[in-house]
C-alpha cells in the first residue's frame, strides 16, 4: 500500500502548534513506475521529519481522483504538493489548477525523449496557473523545496535546513582539500 503518513517530528510545528498528525506534504505520481523515481523526495522529507502522505494520482487514468485529490488538499492541511509526472506530464498542472496551495512539478526521465516530454509539459504552464518545476528527474531537490516552503513559520526546521546546507558546503570543501593533497 502506498499510501503512508509519517509520524509527526515536534520540529516541523509552528510555534503556535495548530498543526495536529496530519501530513504537511502530499507526494503523488501519475504511475507505479514513477516511484524509483519520486522516492528520493520521499527520502528527504524523511530526513527532515515532515509528516508526508504519498499517493498514486493519474491525471489521464484516475482523473476523478485527481479531483478529489487537489480539492481536498488544503482541507485535509496539506501545505505543499509534489507531483511527479512523465510523458504527457498534465497531472501537476491539473493539480495547481484545483488547489490553492504550492505545486511542485518533477518531471520524470522517459525513454522516448529523455524526459524532455516531460519537462515541457510541466513548465509551459499559463499565467496563473504555477508550477515550481525541478529539473528532469530530481525529485531531491522538489523534497528539499517542499522544506524550504514550510521553513518560513518554523525556525527548527529552517535551522535543519540552514544545517543541510552547511554539511553540504563542507563536502565540497572536504573533496576541494583532497584534491590538493
Ligand atoms: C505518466 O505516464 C506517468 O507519470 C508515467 O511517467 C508515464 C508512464 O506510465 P506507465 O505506462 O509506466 O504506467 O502518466
Do not use: W
Not at 518533477?106 to 525513454?111: A, L
Not at 496563473?128 to 528539499?144: C, D, F, R, S, Y
Amino acid at each position: 500500500k502506498l499510501l503512508e503518513v509519517e509520524a509527526i517530528s515536534e520540529d516541523v510545528l509552528p510555534e503556535d502548534g495548530r498543526i495536529g498528525a496530519c501530513p504537511l506534504v502530499g507526494v503523488i505520481m501519475g504511475s507505479h513506475s514513477d516511484l524509483p523515481t519520486m522516492q528520493d523526495a520521499v527520502k528527504v522529507l524523511k530526513e527532515f521529519g515532515i509528516p508526508h502522505e504519498v499517493d498514486i494520482v493519474s491525471a489521464h487514468r484516475t482523473p476523478e481522483k485527481l479531483m478529489t485529490y487537489s480539492q481536498s488538499a488544503a482541507g485535509r492541511g496539506l501545505q505543499v504538493i509534489i507531483a511527479g509526472a512523465g510523458g504527457a506530464a498534465h497531472l501537476p498542472g491539473m493539480v495547481a489548477a484545483m488547489t490553492p496551495i504550492p505545486v511542485i512539478g518533477v518531471p520524470i526521465k522517459t525513454s522516448t525523449l529523455n524526459g524532455q516530454d516531460s519537462l515541457l509539459s510541466i513548465v509551459q504552464m499559463p499565467r496563473g496557473v504555477p508550477v515550481a518545476t525541478v529539473a528532469i528527474g530530481n525529485a531531491t531537490n522538489a523534497g528539499l523545496l517542499a522544506v524550504r516552503s514550510l521553513c518560513a513559520s518554523r525556525p527548527k526546521l529552517r535551522e535543519k535546513m540552514e544545517e543541510y546546507q552547511l554539511n553540504m558546503k563542507k563536502m565540497v570543501e572536504d573533496v576541494s582539500a583532497s584534491l590538493l593533497e
